[in-house]
């Protein structure tokens, strides 16, 4: 699976987007773009995944760059809430999921 | 709703013991994990299975050992605790082909 590299945080004013970048310049054609978040410690959650076009869903919006080196997950309103550390993963569906070091986002009231 | 169990959530236990943590899923998902984490740190797969009677280890070593009997469990046991294996251990599932991985809430061991 191709490696991804994320700042290791930000902060963000409640209720602005956050935008969460993703850099994978090594991707291959049949990987996706996997976004994942862990709240204090909890197990992690499924976001978002795409291959090539944009996706949104109630959660967050996911923008790939036509080359698909890179990406960025989008949090339209952030909420205290959404305070996390939150996982970029490329792999092929098949392939079990690792973990890196992810970006700790901070929203600030 | 279909979900996913870990049980105990906190464990606290002396060394030398013998522990077995729980891990239940009701999504009928052939594929299940083991994932520990220590505060603060990245998670690190110890144990997959792809189905019944099906176990292998994950990519950081643990004297952990794993059983999958039935579909739905897939609990993980150490013979005898030790301080450094002081952790929160997660377990996950996915179905065969699925995108998403659902994770349970965790177990935080404390060994002293």
């Known amino acids: 699976d191709a490696k991804t590299t994320q700042p290791p945080s930000m902060d963000c004013a409640e209720g602005r987007a956050a935008n969460l970048p993703c850099n994978h310049s090594t991707i291959s054609g049949n990987e996706y773009v996997y976004w994942y978040r862990q709240i204090h410690s909890q197990g992690p959650q499924y976001i978002i995944h795409g291959l090539k076009n944009n996706e949104t869903n109630e959660m967050a919006s996911l923008i790939i760059t036509e080359d698909r080196k890179s990406s960025t997950l989008i949090l339209p309103h952030a909420t205290l809430r959404d305070t996390a550390v939150y996982y970029c993963i490329v792999r092929v569906p098949i392939n079990d999921m690792r973990f890196g070091a992810g970006t700790r986002l901070t929203v600030k009231p | 709703e279909a979900d996913i169990y870990q049980t105990p959530r906190y464990l606290v236990i002396g060394t030398g013991k013998k522990i077995t943590l729980e891990c239940s899923q009701t999504m009928g998902h052939d594929k299940m994990y083991w994932y520990q984490q220590d505060p603060g740190m990245e998670l690190h797969l110890i144990h997959y299975?792809?189905?019944?009677?099906?176990?292998e280890k994950g990519d950081l070593s643990s004297e952990s050992t794993v059983s999958r009997i039935r579909t739905e469990h897939f609990p993980l046991t150490l013979e005898s605790a030790r301080p450094s294996h002081t952790s929160q251990y997660l377990c996950?599932?996915?179905?065969?082909?699925?995108?998403?991985?659902?994770f349970g809430s965790g177990t935080r061991l404390t060994v002293v």
């Open positions: 299975s792809y189905g019944v009677n099906s176990t």
């Open positions: 996950a599932s996915r179905g065969t082909g699925g995108h998403g991985y659902t």
